[in-house]
């Protein structure tokens, strides 16, 4: 029915782009995209037809589902918009006009725990004609830098419906938008742009972060992230915090402190399809407990230390919207096929030690097995690969991490029974 494994995987790899959101905005209270993460780009999709029944408007819940619903999100792993996605966790959002019934449901918008607000492609978005955000120079546009790249796009409000709970007028980023046609050199000078990829229509953000820049961007121009474009012309701008891309949990009426995934296990040689929950809040309802879980603290840019055969990585982070475990330990053998990714003769059992800035320390066990060897219709499965030159302090927790854990994301400074974020804890 596939073709052969190592190809089909080879393919679907190499449509799954690193995407690395970069802190360009530094650390601090209410940093930027704290961590690296390796996740597919927004791909262009149709519009989906509009909702028959909007959602509510208004930041209140819809109090005809009970309870334990209002604040639990389905979380699918699947093969993407494309086919070709592997370890993408996706979410389903209705997103709206602000402050009207004109909604849309949203499928497969990616969940990445290292990044910050809602961005969604221009074609997921066309048909809510959602009003731009402005300053005194005029509409706002943004580019997010990453690693391999950029994502322009212009700087939109929407009513985000998150469970029955809604994130009133929240600015996000809408890539593509012809309202903003062309690139200015100071974003397409980081790279290819990163608005196309096909497995996703969008990416929610629900890392550590209140704001994906914060008051850098509201201060001065030079992280050249917001532009306005007045004449055709656009240049790197100041963009009041409220005005900026946010993570839509942190604008909720209630359980709006953080998040926390639940995923079950992956089998050796992997699976299909994984289904879990995204639970808004932490200790605010008797479903989002932390229990028992360890709590890992991180500096102001969302990093802890990994100990792993012997080394530290200074710059560690837990990051759903990375599709493997990317570390370095040059004795695994390199895939054939799959460039960047570990391909052992048999899956490695392999330990490590998550250290939080307070001191607090767990081993990890967690396994890597080949990417080549894994059938093409695999969507989850532990894999793991090398984290390039760029990122030599990095040990990057993807989503293999996640899988048959409970993880907590605690947003900087929001309160929460173990204290204020910014923290991860499993």
């Known amino acids: 029915m596939n073709s052969s494994p190592n190809n089909s995987m080879a393919r679907r790899l190499a449509g799954i782009a690193l995407v690395v959101l970069l802190s360009a905005c530094g650390g601090g209270g209410d940093g930027g995209s704290p ?9 262009p999709a149709s519009a989906p037809a509009p909702v028959p029944t909007a959602a ?4 209140t819940a819809d109090t005809s589902t009970p309870a334990a619903a209002q604040n639990v999100m389905q979380v699918v792993v699947d093969a993407g918009v494309n086919g070709n996605a592997i370890n993408s966790p996706f979410v389903t959002l209705t997103v709206c006009q602000p402050g009207t019934q004109t909604c849309q449901q949203i499928d497969h918008i990616l969940v990445d725990t290292g990044s910050t607000g809602l961005r969604l492609t221009a074609a997921a978005a066309a ?17 997010a830098h990453f690693a391999s790249g950029f994502a322009w796009g ?7 419906q998150m469970a029955g709970r809604i994130a009133a ?7 593509g938008d012809t309202a903003f046609p062309t690139v200015p050199t100071a974003c397409s000078g980081t790279g290819g742009s990163l608005d196309v990829s096909g497995a996703a229509k969008g990416i929610l953000g629900v890392g550590l972060f209140t704001h994906d820049c914060g008051a850098a961007c509201e201060l001065s121009t030079s992280p050249q992230i917001y532009f306005t474009c007045p004449g055709g012309t656009c240049t790197s701008s100041r963009v009041p915090v409220a005005q900026q891309v946010t993570n839509p949990v942190a604008l909720l009426p209630t359980d709006n402190n953080g998040v926390v995934l639940s995923l079950p296990a992956a089998p050796t040689g992997g699976i299909a399809s994984l289904t879990g929950t995204l639970t808004l809040g932490i200790g605010t309802q008797a479903n989002n407990q932390l229990g028992s879980a360890t709590v890992f603290a991180t500096d102001a840019q969302g990093y802890f230390r990994t100990v792993y ?13 990375s599709n493997g475990l990317f570390f370095t330990d040059p004795s695994i053998q390199a895939c054939t096929n799959s460039t960047d990714f570990y391909c052992p003769p048999v899956p490695l059992s392999l330990t490590a030690t ?4 307070s001191g607090v320390s767990r081993d990890v066990g967690f396994t890597v097995e080949s990417v080549d060897a894994l059938s093409a219709a695999v969507s989850a499965a532990s894999i793991g690969g090398g984290t390039g030159a760029g990122l030599p302090q990095s040990f990057d927790w993807g989503l293999p991490f996640f899988f048959g854990r409970t993880v907590f994301t605690a947003i900087t400074g929001a309160g929460t029974p173990a204290g204020p974020g910014p923290y991860w804890a499993w």
Request: proline share 11%.
């Open 309 to 321: 055969n012997g080394v530290t990585y200074g710059k560690s982070f837990l990051d759903t919207g």
């Open 35 to 43: 961590a690296p993460a390796a996740a597919p780009a927004p791909a």
């Open 127 to 143: 048909a809510l004609a959602l009003p731009a955000v402005s300053t005194a120079a005029g509409p706002v546009g943004e580019c």
């Open 154 to 160: 212009a700087v939109r409000s929407a009513d985000i």
């Open 56 to 59: 509510p408007s208004s930041n």
């Open 169 to 175: 007028s929240a600015p996000i980023q809408v890539v």
């Open 354 to 357: 998550q250290v939080s800035q």
